[in-house]
C-alpha cells in the first residue's frame, strides 16, 4: 500500500460496579425504563454527587493493568454541554489531572509482539439512553443507565494497520474481563470504540485525522479503519483534502458518513467539580489495588507457549476468558499433560461454550475434576468416549470422575484372556467378514473390529483389540 | 458595540439561552461595564498563587459500592412536564454522536 | 398569644411549661401571616395545614416529655432556595414555580427531626443572585423597617419575616453575602457558618463552591440554637466537614471575652456610610470593655474581591444552571419545533433577566478563550485573599467588617445598574471566598432610625468564637425591633 495508516483508539468502558458512579442506584442493563433512578442521577435541584470507592478503584486497577502510572493527585471536572441524555448539562469526567497516565499494552500480533502507547485513562459517568423510534414526533428518554462509571481509554497513534486496531481492542478487552473491570458486553454497548484515523506517505508527517464514533464491535473496528483509510486515501489520490471531522460508521452499509458538523466548535468549558474533592492515591492504596490484579492473558499465552509447548492459536483461544484459562491451569496441574488438556479444550469444551455461552458458569464441570477425567484418559484408564460420557455428566450433575467411572463400568477392560474370547467369538459369528478379510478384503477388517468393541462395550483398548484381532485373523 | 452583540450571541447559543434584541442589547452593554471594571484582574500579578477551587481540606470523600434506591419513582417523575411511557420526553432528535 | 416578639428560646421556655402549645403558636403565626404578608411579602408559599398537624405532632412529643430540642414546636420558615418534601420549592424563579421536591434538604430534615413547625417557604432573589430581593417573580421583599426600602438579598424574606415577628427563625443561604446583608437591613442575627459546616444536600445550587445554608434569627442564643440541629456531617455532602460536634449554644455569656479584633483598613474608606462606620466602631469599642484588644489589618487584595467573586460565582452558576432544561422538573415551552428551540425558550422564558446575565457573563469566563484570564485568574485571586486572611488570623481572633457600606436603599435604586448592585458586596464576598464562617449582630440604627449591622468574620470552625463575640455586643445593644405601626392600630396596642 503506498500509504500508512495512522490509527489511535479511543475506548469506553462501563465499570462492574454494583451501584452508580454518583449514587446508590443500580448499576444495571435492561430494567425497565427509569426505575434504576434518583435525585441525583437525574441531576434534580440540590442533589449532590458522592463518588463510588469502588469506581475508582477499578479506573486504578485498569491502569495498572496497562501499565500506567497512577496520578496520585487527581480531580474531577465538569464538562459543560446540553444534550437530552445529560440531565445535569455537564458530564463529571476528569480533564487535566487524569487519574492514570503514560502507559501500555502489548499486543501478539500473529508472533509478532508490538506495544502500543496508552496516554492517559479516566474516569467518568455515562448519559441516559434516547429511545428514537417509540413516539411520534419525539424522542423518549431513560435514564438507567445515566450516571453508570466509565472509564475512557485513550490510546497514543501507535497503531498501524486496520488488524491491529482490531487485537489492540481485542487486548485491552481481555485485560478488562481479567481484572474485572468491566464486562465489556459489545452488544450492550457496555464497551465502545471511538477510531481515530489518518493516512500518509511513509516519512511524511502526520496527516489530517478524522473520528468514527461509539463502534460497538471487534470487527467493525477493523472493517471501519479499512474502510476510511481506503476513502482518505482516495481522496488524497484525487487531488482532495481530508477535513477534520467526526464521522459516523454504518456497520450495516459497509460505509461511513460525516456527521453534521456544527457551525463553532465545541466548548465544553471544562470547570473543576466544586461539589466533589480531590482524590489521592497513597502507596497503601495503590499496592491493595495491585494485588488484586491476576496474571493477565498475554503473559499467560507466553508461557503456555514458552513452558507448555502448547500451540500459540490454541494458548490465544484458552486465554480469551479469564475462567477458562484458570480451569485449563487447574486441569493441566491436576492431569500433568498441558497438551492432552489444551487439546480436549479446544474441541470438547470450547464446542460446548459455543453451543452455550454460559455453559461454564452453569455448569457443575470445574478445572479439579476435568484434570482428574484427563488423567484417567491419559493413564488409559478410560477411553475417549467414556471421557466424553463423564464430561457430560460433570457438566449435567457434577460428580467425582473415579465413581462415575466405577459406576458405569468405564474402567478400559485390559484382561487379555476376555479380550481373546470376544475376539474369537467375533470371528465365529462371522465366518464370512472374516473370510473375506482372508481374501484379501481390507474392508471386512473395520467392520469385524466394530463387532469386537461393541462386544467389549467400548471399554477395551483399541489397539489392544485390533492386535489381537490381527493375530487371530491371519492364524 | 456590535462586536459586544456579537460575542453576546455567541455566549448565549453556548448557554443555550434565547435572547431578544432588547436583551442582547441590554447584555451586551452589561458585559462590557462589568469587562471593563474587571479589565484589572489582568494586570494583577499573581504569581506563586495557584487557582483555588476548594476551600474545603478534603480529599477522597467516597462512599461504599452499596445499593440503595430511591423510594418515591412517582415523585420524581412527576417533576417533569411530558412523560410517556415512563420515559421523558423531548423534540425527535437525530442522534448525531 | 402572639409569637411576634418571642425568640426561640422564650417560645421553648413556654411550651415546655405548657403555658402555651405549638399549635396556639402556630395558628397565631399564620394568622399573623395572612395580615402582615400583603405588606412585607416575605413568604411565597404557607402551608397551612402542614404546619398545624406538624404541631399537634409537636404537642404529642412535648405532651410526652420528648421535647428534647429546645426547637421542638417552635415555627420557622425557611427560604425558597432550600428542598422542602412535597411543599414546592421555587427559587422565586419561574423555571422552579410548579417544582414540588421528592426530598428534603438535610438541614430541613434536621429541623424537621427536632419538632419545628414548617410555616412556609421565604421569598428571595430569584436563585440567590441578588442583594435586595427585587428580582423575584412574586415580586419585591419590603423592609419591615420602611416598606418603601429593600429588605437586602437575596435571603430578604427570611430576614424579613424573622424581623416582622411572621416566624421564630429561619434559614437563609450566603453566596456572597446572602444571609448578612438582609440580616443587617432588617435588624436581625444571621451566620454563614463555616464552608462544609452545614450540608448543602438540598440546597439549590447558585456557586458550590461558595454556597452554604445558615441561620437568621432575632439573637445571638437562637443563632447558637438553630446552629447546634443543622450543623454536622452529612454523607450526602462530600463537601461536609466530618468533625467532632460542638455545643454552640452553651457559655455564651461571657464576662470576659480577651479576644484579638481585626479592622481591615480597606473596609473603613470613604465609601462607608459614615452612620455605619460609627455604628461599627462603637460596636468594636463594646467588645473592648469586653476585655478584648483592637488593631489595625490590610486586606491589600480587596479590590479584586468583587471582580473574582463574580468571575467565580458566575461561572459556576453558568454550569450548576444548566440543568432547567425543560425535560426533567422546571418550566418547559410547549410546542418547540426542536431540542434547540425547547431549550432556548424553556431557558429564555423560565429565567429571569439578572439569571441570565450571569449565566452568560459565567459562560464567558469559561469559554475556551477566556477561562485562564478571566476564571482562573479569578481562582489565583481567590487563594490570595485567602491567604490575607489567614495572614491576619496570625495575629487576631476576629476580623470586623460592616456588613453593607449603607443601610437598606430605597426600592428600584440599584436594578438599573448590575455593577453598582455588584460593587455594594465588597465586605461579604471575602468570607465566601475563603470559606469562612461570619455572622452579623445589629449594632445601632442610623439617622433614619434604619438597623445597621456588625460583621464578624473568624477562622474556620470558630463559630463559638463569633457568637461569644456578638453576644458580647448584643448584650450592650439590645435587641433592634421594627416599628409596626400598622400592627398597633389592628391590635389597638
Known sequence: ?475 | MEADRKLVRKIAALAMLGLSGEEEAEFARDLNIIMGYMNRLAETNTDGFEPMEHVVPLINVLRQDIPEGFGDRNGLIGCAADVRDDCYVVPSVVDDL | MSIQDLTIKEASELLRRRKVSSRELTESALDRIRRENGRINAFITVCDDLALSQADAADKRLAGGDGASPLCGVPMGIKDSICTRGVRTTCASRMLEQFVPPYNATAVESLLASGSVLLGKLNMDEFGMGSSSEFSIFGSVKNPWDTGRVAGGSSGGPAAAVASGLCCFALGSDTGGSIRQPASFCGVVGLKPTHGLISRYGLVAYAPSLDQIGPITSDVTDCALVLDAIAGHDPRDPTSANREGEDYSQGLNRDKLPIRVGLPREYFGPELNKDVKNAVFKAVSMLEEAGSSTGEVSFPSTEHAISAFYLISSAEASTSLGRYDGIRFGYRKTGAKDLEELYQLSRSEGFGREVKRRILFGTHALSAVYRDKLYNKALRIRRMIARDFSEAFESFDVIVAPAYPETAFRMGEKTGNPLKMYLGDIYNVGANLAGLPALVVPCGLDRRGLPIGIQLIGKPFSEKLLLRAGYAIEKRVGRLRPPRAGEESSEGG
Open chain 1, 1 to 475: 500500500m503506498e500509504y500508512e495508516v495512522v490509527i489511535g483508539l479511543e475506548i469506553h468502558a462501563e465499570l462492574k460496579t454494583a451501584t452508580k458512579m454518583f449514587c446508590g442506584c443500580k448499576n444495571e442493563f435492561g430494567a425497565k425504563p427509569n426505575t434504576l433512578v434518583c435525585p441525583v442521577c437525574l441531576g434534580m435541584p440540590g442533589a449532590l454527587p458522592v463518588m463510588n470507592m469502588a469506581a475508582v478503584e477499578y479506573a486504578v486497577r485498569a491502569g495498572l493493568a496497562m501499565n500506567c502510572k497512577i496520578s496520585s493527585f487527581s480531580k474531577m471536572d465538569r464538562k459543560n454541554y446540553f444534550y437530552p441524555d445529560l440531565p445535569k448539562a455537564y458530564q463529571i469526567s476528569q480533564y487535566d489531572l487524569p487519574l492514570c497516565t503514560d502507559g501500555h499494552v502489548e499486543i501478539d500480533v500473529n508472533g509478532k509482539y508490538k506495544r502500543i502507547g496508552i496516554e492517559r485513562i479516566h474516569l467518568e459517568e455515562d448519559a441516559g439512553k434516547l429511545i428514537h423510534d417509540a413516539i411520534d414526533h419525539g424522542s423518549l428518554v431513560d435514564y438507567n443507565r445515566c450516571g453508570v462509571p466509565l472509564i475512557e481509554i485513550v490510546s497514543r497513534p501507535d497503531i498501524s494497520s486496520p488488524e491491529d486496531a482490531r487485537i489492540f481492542l481485542e487486548t485491552v478487552k481481555t485485560i478488562l474481563e481479567y481484572t474485572g473491570v468491566s464486562d465489556c458486553k459489545m452488544q450492550e454497548g457496555s464497551l465502545r470504540a471511538d477510531v481515530n484515523l489518518s493516512v500518509r506517505r511513509p516519512g511524511e508527517p502526520m496527516g489530517t485525522r478524522t473520528e468514527m464514533k461509539n463502534i460497538n464491535s471487534l470487527h467493525a473496528v477493523q472493517r471501519a479503519a479499512q474502510a476510511e483509510a481506503k476513502r482518505q486515501a482516495a481522496v488524497i489520490r484525487s487531488g482532495g483534502r481530508v477535513i477534520q471531522e467526526t464521522r459516523r460508521w454504518d456497520d450495516a452499509r459497509k460505509e461511513s458518513f460525516p456527521l453534521r458538523s456544527k457551525e463553532e466548535a465545541m466548548d465544553y468549558r471544562f470547570m473543576p467539580e466544586p461539589d466533589l474533592v480531590p482524590l489521592v492515591i497513597g502507596q497503601e492504596w495503590l499496592e491493595e489495588i495491585r494485588r488484586s490484579i491476576p496474571e493477565l492473558a498475554l503473559s499467560r499465552v507466553k508461557r503456555y507457549i514458552d513452558d507448555l509447548g502448547i500451540p500459540r492459536y490454541d494458548a490465544h483461544l484458552i486465554t480469551q476468558s479469564r475462567f477458562l484459562a484458570d480451569m485449563f491451569e487447574t486441569a493441566a496441574a491436576a492431569c500433568g499433560n498441558p497438551k492432552l488438556v489444551s487439546n480436549w479444550i479446544m474441541t470438547d469444551i470450547l464446542r460446548r461454550i459455543n453451543e452455550d455461552k454460559d455453559f461454564l458458569a452453569a455448569s457443575g464441570l470445574d478445572g479439579q475434576n476435568l484434570g482428574r477425567v484427563m488423567l484417567l484418559l491419559d493413564k488409559g484408564e478410560i477411553t475417549p468416549n467414556s471421557a466424553k460420557e463423564i464430561l457430560d455428566i460433570l457438566a449435567r450433575e457434577g460428580g467425582d470422575p473415579d465413581a462415575i467411572t466405577e459406576k458405569k463400568g468405564m474402567r478400559v477392560q485390559r484382561d487379555q484372556n476376555l479380550i481373546a474370547r470376544a475376539v474369537e467369538e467375533v470371528i465365529a459369528q462371522n465366518p464370512k467378514a472374516a473370510a473375506d478379510y482372508r481374501a484379501g478384503k481390507e474392508k471386512s477388517f473395520s467392520f469385524l473390529m466394530g463387532k469386537a468393541m461393541a462386544a467389549l462395550k467400548g471399554r477395551a483398548d483399541p489397539v489392544q483389540v485390533r492386535e489381537l484381532l490381527l493375530r487371530r485373523l491371519k492364524e
